[in-house]
C-alpha cells in the first residue's frame, strides 16, 4: 500500500481565469474518472475521510485520503477493480461500515487537469494546477466546476502562503477548502449554534464535534502511522469527559454511562501517546549524544518495544463490541440529551471551572511536589474545555482565555512529560545504558526547572484573561 503525505490549498476561479507566469514548467496533461464511495449516513464524508477509485489510461487505483491537522491529508493507494475496495483500505474503515452501512458509489467526477510544477531553482516547490470537473449522471455531464489546487511537492507551508497570495492577487479566490465530493454533494458539517442558544443547544454540538473526531481519526490510529492520530483521538475522549464532568450538576447521571466508558477508552489511548511524546522526545536528545548515542538507542528501542505491544491492546479495543458500543451509545446520548436544569448558562461553567483552578493555584507551595502541580494542570484543563464551551460564537476576550489556558496545560504539560522522561530512563537504565540514561536525565531536569520558572506567569495570565472573560 502507498503511502503519501498530502499538503495543499484549494482555490476557486471564475469564468476566464488564466494562471499567471509561474516559474517552473509545465504538468502533462491529465484526464481521469473519479467515482467516490461512501456509507449510506455519508459518514466518510462527514468526518473528513475521502475513498475513491480512480481510472486513468486504464489503471485502477482506489484511493483513501485521511484528515490531518491544517491542510495536509494522507493518501493511501491500493490496485483494485470496480467490484469493492481492495481489503487493506476497507480493513481501517471497519468502524464506518459496522456502524453505517456499506459501501456504494455515491458520485462520479470526470476531471481534466492542467498546470504547472513549480520550481525554486532545481528544487520543485509545488505542482498548482486546474481542474476542469464534470459531474457524470449515466456517463453523461450533469453539471461541474473549476477550481486551483497548490499541492506541495518539496516545499513547505510559507511556500503555499506565498503561492496562495499570488494566485489570489491573478482573481483566484478563497474556498471553503473542502474535497470535490463534499462539494457535489453538499454534505455539511452542522455549524456552531448562535452565542445566544440555549447551553443544551451548545453541548449537543460540541459532543457531535467530538464523536466525528473519534470517527474521523479511528483509520489513522488503526493504519498507525502518524502519532497525531492517536493524540487527536485521545483528545477528543478528554473533551468529551471534560463536557460530560462540567454539565453533570444540571444533567444529573445522564451522560455518566458515556463518561465511564469514555474513560475505559481514554485509559487504552494513553500509554500509546504517551510513549509517542517520550519516544519522539528522546530520540532528538539522543543524536546528540556523541559516543553515548549507541546506548542511547537502546534506550529508546525499549520504549519502542513496550509501545509495540500496548498499541496491539488499542487494536484489540477498538476491534472490540464494547468500543462500537461506545460510539453508538455516543450518538444515542446526543440524541436524547435532556435541556440542562437550574438556568445555567455556558458561561457559569467556565466560571466554575476557572473558579477551581484559581483555587488549587492559590493552595500551591512556592515550590511544590511534582504531583501538585499536575493536579493543577489538570484542572487547568477541565478550565479550558469548559472556556471552549462557553467561547462557541463568543467573542475576542473567550478567545484569549482559551487562549491563556492552552500556553498554561503547555507549559506544565511539558513540566510533567520531563517529570516521566527521568522516571521511565531510572527505570530503563541498566549498566551498559547508565550513562546514557543520566545524561538524557539531566537535560530532562534543565526542561523541568525551565517550566518551573514559567509556570506562574502562565497561570496568572490564564486567571487574567478569564477574568477579563468573565468576570
Known amino acids: 500500500m502507498q503511502t503519501t503525505l ?17 516559474p517552473g514548467e509545465p504538468l502533462p496533461g491529465r484526464v481521469f474518472t473519479s467515482t467516490y464511495h461512501d456509507t449510506p449516513t455519508r459518514s466518510l464524508a462527514r468526518s473528513g475521510i475521502t475513498l475513491r477509485r480512480r481510472l486513468e489510461n486504464g489503471k485502477s ?5 485521511l484528515p490531518r491537522a491544517g491542510l495536509a491529508r494522507i493518501e493511501l493507494e491500493e490496485p483494485g477493480g470496480p467490484a469493492r475496495a481492495p481489503e487493506p483500505l476497507a480493513r481501517l474503515l471497519a468502524t464506518h461500515l459496522v456502524r453505517h452501512g456499506k459501501l456504494g458509489p455515491v458520485a462520479t467526477l470526470r476531471t481534466r487537469r492542467t498546470g504547472v510544477r513549480v ?3 532545481e528544487r520543485p516547490v509545488a505542482d498548482v494546477t486546474i481542474d476542469i470537473v464534470d459531474v457524470l449522471d449515466a456517463g453523461h455531464s450533469a453539471g461541474g466546476f473549476r477550481e486551483l489546487e497548490v499541492e506541495l511537492v518539496d516545499g513547505d507551508d510559507a511556500d503555499l502562503d506565498r503561492l496562495g497570495k499570488q494566485l489570489r492577487r491573478a482573481g483566484a479566490r478563497r474556498s471553503a477548502g473542502v474535497s470535490k465530493l463534499v462539494r457535489v454533494l453538499g454534505v455539511a458539517r452542522p455549524g456552531p449554534p448562535p452565542a445566544d442558544a440555549p447551553l443544551g443547544d451548545h453541548l449537543r454540538h460540541a459532543l457531535a464535534v467530538q464523536l466525528r473526531e473519534l470517527e474521523g481519526h479511528d483509520p489513522g490510529v488503526r493504519l498507525g502511522e502518524e502519532p497525531e492520530d492517536v493524540h487527536d483521538f485521545r483528545v477528543a475522549t478528554r473533551r468529551s469527559r471534560a463536557l ?6 444540571m444533567l444529573g447521571d445522564a451522560l455518566a454511562p458515556l463518561g465511564e466508558e469514555l474513560k475505559w477508552l481514554a485509559g487504552i489511548l494513553g500509554p500509546v501517546r504517551d510513549l509517542d511524546v517520550l519516544i519522539d522526545r528522546l530520540a532528538g536528545e539522543v543524536a546528540a549524544l556523541g559516543t553515548d548515542e549507541p546506548a542511547g538507542r537502546v534506550l529508546v528501542e525499549s520504549l519502542a518495544a513496550e509501545r509495540a505491544a500496548d498499541r496491539d491492546l488499542l487494536l484489540e479495543a477498538l476491534e472490540s463490541d464494547r468500543y462500537r458500543a461506545l460510539l453508538a451509545g455516543f450518538e444515542e446520548a446526543i440524541a436524547t440529551l435532556p435541556e440542562p436544569e437550574g438556568g445555567i448558562a455556558a458561561a457559569d461553567i467556565a466560571r466554575d471551572g476557572l473558579r477551581r483552578l484559581r483555587r488549587a493555584a492559590a493552595e500551591l507551595a512556592p515550590d511544590p511536589p511534582d504531583d ?36 498554561l496545560q503547555d507549559v506544565i504539560g511539558e513540566h510533567q512529560d520531563a517529570v516521566v522522561a527521568e522516571a ?5 537504565a541498566r549498566a551498559k545504558t547508565a550513562i546514557a540514561a543520566g545524561r538524557l536525565i539531566e537535560r530532562e531536569r534543565a526542561r523541568k526547572a525551565a517550566m518551573r520558572a514559567a509556570y506562574p506567569r502562565a497561570i496568572k495570565d490564564a486567571l487574567s484573561a478569564g477574568k477579563k472573560a468573565f468576570g
Open 119 to 121: 520550481l525554486d531553482g
Open 61 to 65: 487505483l482506489w484511493q483513501l485520503k
Open 6 to 22: 498530502e499538503r495543499e490549498l484549494k482555490l476557486d476561479l471564475d469564468p476566464g481565469f488564466e494562471l499567471p507566469a509561474l
Open 372 to 407: 501538585e502541580l499536575h493536579a493543577v494542570r489538570i484542572r487547568a484543563k477541565r478550565a479550558r474545555y469548559a472556556v471552549e464551551l462557553a467561547a462557541l460564537g463568543g467573542g475576542k476576550a473567550e478567545a484569549r482565555a482559551v487562549d491563556a489556558l492552552k500556553r
Open 244 to 249: 460530560i464532568r462540567a454539565t453533570e450538576p
Open 424 to 428: 521511565r530512563l531510572r527505570k530503563l
